[in-house]
């Protein structure tokens, strides 16, 4: 049983900064990647930032200089720093990562999510 819990979502200025965390618990064997995803109102879910075990990381271009990803192996957790938000940065934002739980079994798991509000 894999659990993944994010926190820090929350209300903030055009031009402001949010940190997000997000803590993996529970049946893990191994993690492969973390990250995080944003799904807007309307909107497709989209990729916003992933890093994985060997520390490669990929961020989407609208994030791209302002967003920050970073890792706690021991910890498994992730951490999304956000600078310079913009209104369109507003979203539900949900922790994701690729578990294995034994040998034989892995899979993506996702965190119930946590809201993001940019005002301007």
């Known amino acids: 049983q894999v659990q993944l819990v994010e926190s820090g979502g929350g209300l903030v200025q055009a031009g402001g900064s949010l940190s997000l965390s997000c803590a993996a618990s529970g049946s893990i064997f191994m993690i492969v990647q973390m990250g995080w995803f944003r799904q807007a109102p309307g909107k497709e879910r989209e990729l916003v930032a992933t890093?994985?075990?060997?520390?490669?990381?990929n961020y989407a271009d609208s994030v791209k200089g302002r967003f920050t990803i970073s890792r706690d192996n021991a910890k498994n957790t992730v951490h999304l720093q956000m600078n310079s938000l913009k209104p369109e940065d507003a979203a539900v934002y949900y922790c994701?990562?690729?578990?294995?739980?034994?040998?034989?079994?892995?899979?993506?798991?996702w965190g119930q999510g946590t809201q993001v509000t940019v005002s301007s």
């Open positions: 994701t990562a690729y578990i294995y739980t034994d040998l034989r079994s892995w899979r993506d798991y």
């Open positions: 890093i994985n075990n060997g520390g490669a990381i």
